[in-house]
């Protein structure tokens, strides 16, 4: 089962990847370098689901903010 990561604002599209925010954001391998609350990049995006905001990479599974309230 993929992690669950939650992300605030939009989401934009780069090269098969997503460009977001993420909020809480599991801390993996010191190469990940992911830091909660400043943009980053995804693995690569297998679906994408823009009415719900609701991505699914390689290796995460991302949750617009907005959605979970």
């Known amino acids: ?13 780069v090269g098969g ?3 977001l925010t993420p909020i809480d954001h599991h801390h993996g391998a010191a190469w990940q370098c ?3 609350g400043l943009p ?8 994408w689901d823009k009415q719900t905001g609701r991505i ?8 617009r903010e907005e959605a979970t309230a």
């Open 17 to 19: 990847r997503a460009y």
């Open 56 to 63: 699914e990479t390689q290796n995460t599974l991302y949750v």
């Open 40 to 47: 980053a990049t995804t693995s690569r995006v297998l679906h």
């Open 1 to 13: 089962m993929k992690p669950i990561v939650h992300y605030q604002g939009e989401a934009k599209p």
């Open 34 to 36: 992911i830091t909660n």
